[in-house]
Each structure stands twice: as C-alpha cells, then as structure tokens.
C-alpha cells in the first residue's frame, strides 16, 4: 500500500509557498465568502485536474467531477442529486456566468461505456447505471462510425458525450432561461492529453477545435453550442493531431 504522506508534505508546501504568500486572497475568500465566474463539469480522472488544467485561483472555478463529466437530463436530475444539486447551486445560488463541461482523451468512463458489458457486481451495476447517461451518444458513434478503429471510435465518444451533456443542461428551465436571456452560457471543451491542448466545441463548424490560445477571441463561446448532429459530419477532420 503506497505511503499518503506525499499529500501531508503537499500540503505544507502550500501553507509555506502558497497560504503564507497571499494572505488577502484567502482572507477575502474568507469573510466574503465564494465568487466564482464559472461552473466546471469535469471527470474525476486524476490525470485531468480543472485546477492545475487552468492554472486557476482559489475562488476562481466551482467544480462537480464525476465519472466521465457526465450531466443528467432533467427528467432523472432527482435519481443522480449529488451531481444536479451541486450544478443547481451554482448556478441558482452563486449565480455563475459559464458552464464549461470539459471531456479529455482516453477517458475510462467512455471507454467503459463503449465495451458494454453486462454488469458482474455491484459496483459494476452502479458504473454501468452512471455511464448510461451518455448512451446516446455511444448509439449515434456506432451508427455513424462503424468499423472504425476503437481509438477512434473512442475520441468521438468522448467528445459526443460532452455534447449530450451540454443539451442535458439545456433541458433544466432555470439554466435554459438563463441562456436564452444572456446571463449565463455554455462551453463543450476537450482536453487532448497526449498533445496538451485544449479544443472547444465549434457549432459552426460542427467539430471541435484547438484553441488559439494566444488571440483575445479564444475566450469567445459559440451563440449556439447544441448541434452534436453536426460533429460526424466533419469527423475526418477532428482526428488526433
């Protein structure tokens, strides 16, 4: 069994290098409590922390992770509240400018959800019951990629999933209000691991994109980010770099 005193030692260089070095910001943190500008749906894979990804702030990102940065529809947002409530107070409560769900290569969840198999155990089943969540989107790879090679069909999933999620998120009243009025919008990112770059999703174009992280538009968020239809289309042109 492997020593967790790494974390222990961890955290002592945050207190020495970090806490000790930016007594305002956690005092402000502190008293007025947690501001931030954005929601972030992510996957519990511990190679893909949003954190270190964004080099962001405390305060900067509230974050929900789960198995494969998968959101609920609204018609099943009671059966999977752990993941709902935390989307609903940040939004509802903290009122949150952006919600980003970012996917990322080779991701377990997806890859699981490809294979299919019939639960053995439990702990399957309880797999099994989450990832069902994106079976759409397993569905529409096979219709429209068959006979591609796994990686591939897997990169596609991956990506058609955090589309499936963005539409999820659109079928909860109080966030599609919010989109509609122009208080709150939502970004389909993917992280490719193997060449550290960061792709949002185009509507437009239909695909994803690296983004041009350099140019004062990188931050600029697609008026309409819900055509998942549309990424097959141009799937030979959204293979890995």
């Not at 993941?83 to 400018?97: D, M, P, R």
């Not at 990112?189 to 239909?206: K, P, R």
């Amino acid at each position: 069994m492997r020593d967790v005193n790494i974390f222990l030692k961890g955290f002592r260089r945050f207190q020495h290098h970090y806490f000790d070095r930016n007594p305002e910001l956690f005092d402000r943190l502190f008293t007025e409590g947690q501001r931030p500008r954005a929601l972030m749906v992510a996957c519990c894979d511990s190679r893909c922390d949003p954190g270190v990804l964004t080099d962001s702030e405390p305060g900067d990102l509230f974050v929900v992770r789960n198995v494969a940065n998968l959101v609920p529809p609204y018609i099943q947002a009671t059966d999977y509240a752990g993941t709902t409530s935390a989307i609903a107070f940040a939004i509802c409560n903290l009122g949150v400018e952006h919600v980003i769900v970012m996917g990322h290569s080779r991701c377990g969840g997806i890859r699981a959800l490809l294979e299919n198999r019939s639960p053995e155990c439990d702990e399957e089943r309880l797999i099994a019951k989450w990832l069902g969540i994106a079976e759409d989107a397993r569905q529409r790879v096979l219709k429209e990629l068959p006979g591609k090679p796994h990686a591939t069909q897997a990169r596609a999933c991956e990506q058609a999933s955090i589309l499936e999620s963005l539409e999820n998120l659109m079928s909860y009243p109080w966030i599609s209000r919010r989109v509609n009025e122009g208080a709150l919008a939502l970004h389909g990112w993917y992280f490719d691991m193997e060449n550290g770059a960061l792709m949002q999703y185009d509507s437009d174009a239909g695909e994803f994109r690296v983004m041009d992280l350099h140019l004062e538009g990188c931050e600029k968020h697609s008026e309409e980010p819900l055509l998942p239809q549309r990424l097959f289309k141009n799937w030979e042109s959204n293979t890995p770099l």
